[in-house]
């Protein structure tokens, strides 16, 4: 056995599950020893769309992503997807070949360019170390909740290796719980919940600042619990006190779908919201943010949170009580361990959940409950009404994935999802051209779902690598293209001042007959009508993957753009 197989295996051996990524000379041994040691290989067509798939398929499986890319370039190409993932605290390792000899053309600083997006630098260096290392840039990526590169050297990989791969992996069962999973004592985001606090002690026992906010659930009138990606995973702690507590419940987009099926679900908080979410979430006297950071995103730039309001925030990691809009209380913590320890505390009050809320939010809680004037028209179609068309024709049982530009809020918005397993966002860099391949890694994670893929067709046109991609892996997704035949967002954000646009418009490009040319079924929209192809798509055998090619109205820029535009 060579170090490139020894580390293969041991990776392996502590429960990776699906590697993806572009194979060429210096990851060939290591990938191959994954499979061998039974990881599923997903071949992308690009590394950047590995690097997304595999950030994708960890957010929603709860296991470690697994990247496995060559040397140089292989590492560059993987870049954006690497720092989306880093910035997202998504656990994943990175496998790449080091070119470590100056004259190589290969050869940069892969140590620095990962350092410099946010991601751990590890190297192997000797074959003693192999087994070691690669256990600890697991532990690394599961117990830090961090995107770790592990540079493998072109000489020490064809070092002979000499002894047995022996892994013991680190305690944890998951990186990330899964989906509508709650994380027993093992469960991987309690990692750390021990930061000073005593909240989540046994027993129930509260002290200190969780004691403080029991107070504080004790007296509010009028309490909101907004939880982020750091709570996908506590649904039941978190209704539980929130009946007690009498609180309305929202998310922020990435943890979209968590509180589905409540009569207190206000779905997203922030630029998503709705008006009435909007309007009851600033109405609150008390904020407790569950694993949510209250960005300028899910806040509206702070605007969707009263400043007579009381804020709170729970977090593994008391550097977030301080950044976007402060908090006036933090509990260092595990979600689901505070709020279950909270539980025994509260006593059961209305507090914001009178009769008179719950109609309102039985009326207005959804976006199609909103009315708007359908523009559709001259062969192009409101993205609204597209939208609403295909939450209608869709499976319920589906994995929503999203690019970035200006149509993202309509997919976001009226198209409904069954659960926080059913949504993946990948925009914490706000790059475009990932959706695509997040809607790939999402549909291995989650097999037993329709993938949906809303991009825009600038988007999806930075992406086309991948469409072989889902065809190859027989996925039965649905792309939807909102394409306005241009850089919208760009169009949007400079057109009102006058500025020239030719830079950021385009010709009409067949995105059907792309699609067709990898053996997709295809449809070209441009008006309610044609949305009969889509119907006729679900009712078959769905045998191939299916394009919408939507012409959409653009007319104007979606108004959660130009709230956006306030941060530029
Ligand atoms: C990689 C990258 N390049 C450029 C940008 C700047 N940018 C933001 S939105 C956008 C336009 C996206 O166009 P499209 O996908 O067609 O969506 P639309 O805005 O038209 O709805 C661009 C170029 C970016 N965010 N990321
Ligand atoms: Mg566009």
Request: charged share 20%.
């Amino acid at each position: 056995m060579i170090v490139a197989e020894a580390v293969g295996r041991a990776l392996a051996a502590c429960g990776v599950g699906t590697a993806f990524g572009v194979v060429g000379s210096g990851n060939f041994h290591v990938t191959n020893a994954l499979v061998a040691g039974g990881v599923r290989f997903v071949a992308a067509r690009h590394e950047g769309g590995a690097a997304t798939m595999a950030d994708a398929y960890a957010r929603m499986s709860g296991r470690v992503g697994v990247v496995s890319v060559h040397q140089g370039p292989g590492l560059t190409n993987a870049l954006t997807g690497l720092t989306e993932a880093a910035k997202s605290r998504t656990p994943l390792i990175v496998l790449a070949g080091e070119a470590t000899e100056v004259q190589s053309n290969f050869h940069i600083d892969q140590a620095a360019l990962a350092t410099a997006v946010g991601a751990v630098a590890m190297r192997v260096t000797s074959p003693q170390e192999a087994v070691s290392r690669a256990a600890e840039a697991y532990r690394v990526a599961v117990e830090e909740r961090r995107t770790v590169l592990l540079n493998l050297p072109l000489d020490v990989q064809a070092a002979p290796f000499e002894g047995p791969v022996d892994v013991t992996p680190p305690a944890v069962a998951s990186a990330v719980p899964a989906a509508g999973s709650s994380p027993g004592a093992s469960g991987g985001s309690s990692a750390g919940a021990s930061g000073g606090s005593s909240a989540g002690s046994p027993a129930g026992e509260v002290a200190g600042e969780a004691a403080e906010l029991a107070r504080l659930l004790g007296a509010a009138e009028r309490p909101v619990f907004i939880a982020g990606r750091g709570a996908r995973h506590a649904r039941r702690e978190l209704e539980e006190l929130a009946d007690l507590a009498g609180a309305l419940l929202a998310t922020s987009a990435v943890a979209k779908g968590l509180f589905r099926g409540s009569p207190w679900d206000l779905d997203v908080s922030g630029g998503f919201a709705t008006p009435l979410a909007a309007e009851l979430i600033r109405g609150a006297d008390l904020v407790v943010a569950w694993g949510c950071a209250l960005n300028m995103w899910t806040t509206r730039h702070g605007t969707l949170v009263s400043p007579g309001a009381k804020v709170v925030k729970v977090d593994l990691d008391p550097a977030a009580f301080k950044t976007h809009v402060p908090a006036d209380l933090g509990v260092v913590g595990d979600v689901a361990r505070v709020a279950e320890a909270l539980a025994a505390q509260v006593a059961p009050r209305q507090g914001y959940r009178s009769p008179e809320i719950a109609a309102r939010v039985r009326a207005e809680g959804r976006w199609r409950d909103v009315p708007y004037e359908d523009e559709s028209g001259g062969g192009r179609i409101d993205p609204r009404t597209l939208s609403i068309g295909l939450d209608d024709l869709l499976p319920r049982e589906r994995i929503v994935a999203i690019d970035s530009g200006n149509f993202m809020g309509y997919p976001s918005m009226f198209m409904d999802v069954p659960d926080e397993g059913g949504f993946c966002f990948t925009q914490a860099f706000q790059s475009i051209g990932l959706g695509l391949a997040t809607a790939i890694g999402a549909a291995v994670a989650r097999p037993d779902r329709l993938p949906v893929a809303a991009l825009g067709d600038g988007g999806a046109l930075m992406g086309t690598a991948e469409l072989e991609t889902v065809v190859r892996l027989g996925l039965p997704m649905v792309i939807v293209v909102y394409d306005d035949e241009a850089y919208g967002a760009e169009v949007h954000h400079f057109g009102p001042h006058g500025h020239p646009l030719g830079t950021v418009t385009f010709p009409p490009a067949d995105l059907a007959a792309i699609a067709r040319g990898h053996g997709f079924a295809a449809v070209t929209v441009g008006g309610p009508g044609d949305l009969a192809g889509v119907a006729e798509w679900v009712d078959g055998p769905r045998d191939r993957p299916l394009l919408v090619h939507a012409k959409v109205t653009a007319e104007h820029g979606s108004w959660w753009l130009e709230e956006a535009f306030k941060g530029h």
